[in-house]
């Protein structure tokens, strides 16, 4: 019984590598670790939601939500980091994060919002599939002066009319309108 038990364990462990790894591969998945690692603080929040986790908040959503189990079945990786307080590491932050802007940029995704406000900055980018047709990725970088930053990552394969329905969904007008 105990090796059963030793080979169920292995094989959960290979297949949360398998999909971990397959996130990371995907052309929109962000690795935020050059940001992250120039914090001194810990993240306030932090999620970090894989797709064997997603499959199981797929199967949880209502049948008659179509359209968010459609959304949520595509995804591979949801991930954010809140830090409610960097310090003196604000200016830095700032730096690190043009640089990977650019950095995202050069490898294909497209800035669809950046503010620059005192020292505020917010970058939003989505990668999209060669045909335009999907979204591969959204990514999120804020700094603010008051030493907050978030940066979230959302990776999989996303159709217009998954953003437009999210939209719906939530009243975002701006997303709804994006319908093909």
Request: aromatic share 8%; glycine share 4%.
């Given at each position: 019984?105990?090796?059963i038990q030793q080979l169920f364990a292995a094989s959960v462990i290979v297949a949360y590598c398998t999909f971990a790894m397959a996130a990371e591969d995907h052309p929109?998945?962000?690795d935020f670790s050059t940001l992250h690692g120039l914090v001194d603080a810990e993240p306030a929040?932090?999620?970090a939601l894989r797709e064997p986790l997603l499959r199981l908040i797929t199967e949880m959503i209502p049948e008659e939500d179509d359209e968010a189990m459609s959304f949520v079945s595509k995804l591979l990786s949801v991930r954010m980091h809140v830090f409610n307080d960097i310090g003196d590491d604000v200016e830095q932050a700032s730096i690190n994060m043009n640089e990977m802007s650019a950095e995202l940029e050069s490898e294909g995704w497209e800035?669809?919002?950046r503010v620059r406000e005192d020292e505020d900055q917010?970058?939003?980018?989505l990668r999209f599939?060669?045909?335009d047709q999907i979204v591969y990725g959204i990514a999120l970088?804020?700094?603010s002066e008051d030493g907050e930053m978030v940066l979230a990552n959302v990776a999989g394969d996303i159709s217009v009319?998954?953003?437009s329905a999210l939209g719906r969904r939530f009243g975002i007008d701006e997303l709804a309108e994006f319908e093909q």
């Open positions: 019984m105990k090796s929109g998945y962000v929040v932090e999620v800035r669809v919002v917010v970058d939003v980018f599939s060669p045909d970088m804020v700094v009319n998954d953003i």
